[in-house]
């Protein structure tokens, strides 16, 4: 099974986000220990980089980000992505539809994602943490 984890369920464990913490450490341990090919996207980076600066020194940012790429293939942005993303009118935020894009690059089989209702006209099949699970139990 093919998961695009969406930034929010990364930050969810990186901040130690209560009560969400739980579920979104359970999805990166299934990709850290392989049962499930874990991706993530390239802006999801520098987005992790941004939001974690109050929590975390640059070296300890650099040390977390680093740790993701044992466990999670990226998915780049290129141009095709981006026209593609700026083309669907079908979604209200453009992270959201490029994480769409990302995903749609591994046929992944979900995006797994707190904001499952953001996603409602993606491509590939947006899941809550606690739906992924079961899934992939």
């Known amino acids: ?29 299934m990709c850290k220990n392989g049962s499930v090919n874990g991706i993530i996207s390239a802006h999801s980076v520098s987005n992790i980089w941004y939001i974690s600066r109050k929590d ?5 940012r650099r040390t977390l980000i680093k740790a993701l790429f044992d466990c ?19 979604f ?9 894009e990302c995903a749609q ?10 904001n499952v209702k953001d996603f409602a006209h993606s491509t590939v099949k947006a899941v ?7 899934l992939a139990g």
Do not use: H, W
Request: net charge negative.
């Open 128 to 134: 809550s943490p606690e739906e992924f699970i079961q």
């Open 1 to 29: 099974m093919t998961a695009l984890i969406d930034t929010n369920i990364i930050l969810d464990v990186f901040l130690k986000r209560i009560p969400f913490y739980e579920m979104s450490y359970k999805i990166l341990n």
């Open 105 to 114: 690059e591994f046929d992944a089989d979900f995006i797994v994602t707190r």
């Open 56 to 60: 975390f020194n640059d070296d300890e």
């Open 72 to 90: 999670f293939e990226v998915s780049s942005l290129n141009k095709q992505k981006l026209l593609s993303a700026i083309d669907r009118t079908d």
């Open 92 to 100: 209200s935020d453009f992270e959201d539809c490029l994480q769409d």
